[in-house]
């Protein structure tokens, strides 16, 4: 393996290790251009829970958790654009999807919405939650840190994240095998489950390679420190123990310093897709968290 593909590699295994059903419908918003921010699948009836997935990962990785929660509300199972073969759209990707979000909720004039999010997904319930504070009443923030920059890149600040960068064209550039050993390498650092590692990879085989690489540039760029005190849903934050469960206690008390209502909670034995790993714990930590919200 070349240099260039390995040092590629150890970046993506990095990246994805610190940022360490009754009535069904359709739905989808167009943004400007017709293109679709997302799509989402609707299952039951009452007041909406949206379940926000992780960067690359579609709208079914909520399913077993839907059916494990004891919430009698409908369920709003997100994909974005460009994952799981859906289109992509124009950059900026994550500020789209952000924004259609904000306005699906105007439009639909919901309230006391809940918000599930791992990864990307929890940086999207922040933003959300800081927007629309007295429509937001819950949320679960799951393996998700206002700025992995901070983690990943220490003191680079977020102007020096262009999508025009050498990292971004290798990775563009990448043959489909090495996408797929990519893929592989990526996948088994992402969750201790043998038989869901083939499903993470072949999710991110399936991703939009344009999406897949500017997406990241856009995650990378966030820091929503400074709206956390904006947000006044009750908050439940759940961290895995992997690699070092004191140092990822330490860094989530540190950047959630400045939200008010939450509780951190650590699962232990876990990497990033903790609804896999310790997916029974987790159920009975969100029933009782949200038995205890009421």
Known sequence: MSKSIRIIVLFSVLLNTLSSFGFYEKDSLSNSNMSKPFTVEIKG?????FFLPGFATPGEVWEETVENLNLKRKSYLFTYAGFNGTAPIEMPWYV??????????????MSDVIIIGHSMGGSLAMDIAA???NEISTIVLAESLPCIREIMMPNIPAENLVYDSPYNKQMLNM????????????????????DKKEVLKNWILKADRKTWVYGYTDILKLDQRDILHKIKSKTLILGASFPNVEIVQKNYESQYKNLSNKTIKMASNSKHFLMFDQAEWFYKTLNTFFEDAK
């Open 45 to 49: 009836e009452g007041k909406p829970v």
């Open 96 to 109: 789209t999807i952000k924004n259609a979000l904000i306005q699906y909720i105007k439009n639909n004039k």
């Open 131 to 133: 927007e629309l504070p």
């Open 175 to 194: 043959s489909a095998q090495q996408f797929q050993y990519t893929a592989t390498m990526m996948a088994s650092n992402m969750t201790l489950k043998e």
